[in-house]
């Protein structure tokens, strides 16, 4: 490729395209009309020897190639805006919205304290959440470009999803004072032979607690499965069901005083990781960074 004769037009156009997934949307968003953007779009073909963008019933899909090469294209424009603007990001001042992908836990756990820094740090970036209730929504949305970053247990993914490990979660039982299944001397039989509630996001009737007491030759019987577990609480406090829920969860809701007592689990658990990911072409947007650092550091501390 010789660069001294390449359009940097270009770049902007397959960034747009990158972004919108559309010919005339992404000509709209750079101020080209539809036959100039399709223009455009053959010229990148022909200088980067592959079609980039295909056809498809939910738009142009990338092929790998451009899913390569979006991160730094993405870099490349911002450091052209940020040295012909003079640009320095101040958090301060930032006018922008943010969309997060969490999940309830990440929520629960993050946003609260998140939102308190936000309003003193940075008092017009404005936070947009969008659920995930299952693995695989994670990387569509940032492929798609409907969330900014994603906060959940970490997916597999191709190069182009970066990840950042946030914390690591146990678990934690819960149930109304005073239930059986946890009395002095009770065992992991009695833990079995209660009736459970399972918070499960993609409404399975079983889960780790059920493998791990099939080891053990015992099965539980689940009465109740939620796809959310802010409702568990209050169903565990005037019943005699039992919950394992992530610990830090499990003691919010016994500092709240919903009527919950918490309790170990009589059977042995793995903690599992909490990871914030995003797109690599959003590695290195100031808001985004300047975010994704407050979120590391709020986790650190949680």
């Known amino acids: 490729m010789d660069v001294a004769g390449f359009d940097l037009n270009l770049l902007k156009a397959f960034d747009a395209l990158y972004a919108e997934r559309h ?9 080209l009309s539809q036959s100039a ?6 010229r990148l073909r022909e200088v980067f020897s592959d079609e980039l963008f295909v056809r498809s019933p939910t ?8 899913d390569d090469l979006a991160g730094p294209i993405a870099a490349a424009l911002r450091l052209m805006r940020s040295v012909l603007q003079d640009d320095k990001f101040d958090p301060a001042t930032v006018d922008h919205v943010v969309t997060i992908a969490m999940t309830d836990y990440a929520a629960f756990v993050l946003l609260p304290p998140l939102l308190a820094r936000l309003a003193v740090a940075a008092p017009r970036l404005d ?4 659920g995930i209730f299952g693995k695989d929504e994670v990387v569509d949305l940032l ?9 959940s247990v970490p997916v597999d993914a191709s190069a182009r999803i970066l990840k950042r490990l946030l914390l690591q979660e146990g678990f934690a039982c819960i149930a109304r004072p005073g239930h059986t299944a946890f009395a002095k001397g009770a065992g992991v039989e009695a833990f079995a032979a209660a009736s459970h509630l399972l918070v499960s996001p993609e409404g399975d009737r079983t889960g780790l607690v059920d493998r791990k007491l099939a080891a053990l030759g015992l099965e539980r019987r689940v009465v109740l499965s939620l ?3 802010l409702v568990a609480p209050f169903v565990i406090a005037e019943t005699d069901l039992v919950a394992t829920v992530a610990a830090r969860v499990a003691r919010r809701f016994s500092a709240a005083n919903l ?5 170990e689990p009589p059977i042995a658990l793995p903690e599992w990781p909490l990871a914030m990911m ?19 550091e709020i986790a650190a501390s949680a």
Do not use: K
């Open 37 to 42: 953007m399709s223009g455009a779009l053959t």
């Open 127 to 130: 936070v947009r959440v969008r």
């Open 143 to 151: 492929d798609s470009g409907e969330a900014n970053m994603a906060i």
């Open 278 to 296: 995003w797109h690599r072409r959003v590695d290195d947007h100031p808001a985004t960074v300047w975010l994704r650092d407050c979120i590391a």
């Open 227 to 229: 796809p959310q577990f």
């Open 23 to 31: 010919v005339t949307r992404a000509g709209q968003r750079i101020g």
């Open 59 to 66: 738009g142009m899909q990338p092929t790998p190639r451009a």
């Open 259 to 263: 009527g919950v007592a918490v309790h």
